[in-house]
């Protein structure tokens, strides 16, 4: 006769995966505004361990041409725009169309 699963184990197993899903499915930027610095949770469009998104135009800054960007800044709007809204091309219209879906208290 088998004995049953420890409730314990059965109850860390389930904690770990729910924090790996939310790890999976949820991620978030930060912006900087009025001087101070506020974070804003997502849900992502696809899978990823990555938590932090950087948004280069989440800031009171004026904000450069996205032709304009360096390599990396651009990289990491790529990244945003495809996790936060499921903008998969990395192109310069498509990342113009994601920023217009930036909410407003991110720019």
Do not use: H
Not at 13 to 39: C, H, K, N, P
Not at 46 to 51: E, G, N, V
Not at 88 to 101: M, P
């Amino acid at each position: 006769m088998q004995k049953p699963f420890n409730k314990k184990i059965v109850y860390a197993a389930s904690l770990a995966f729910v924090l790996l899903i939310t790890w999976l499915f949820v991620g978030y930027v930060r912006s900087y505004l009025d001087e101070e610095q506020q974070i804003t949770f997502f849900v992502k469009k696809f899978p990823s361990f990555q938590l932090e998104f950087i948004d280069p135009f989440a800031n009171e800054a004026d904000s450069p041409a996205i032709a304009d960007l360096p390599a990396e800044d651009r990289k990491a709007l790529v990244d945003y725009c495809k996790y936060r809204f499921g903008v998969t091309s990395d192109s310069t219209e498509a990342l113009g169309e994601c920023i217009k879906n930036i909410p407003g208290y991110l720019k």
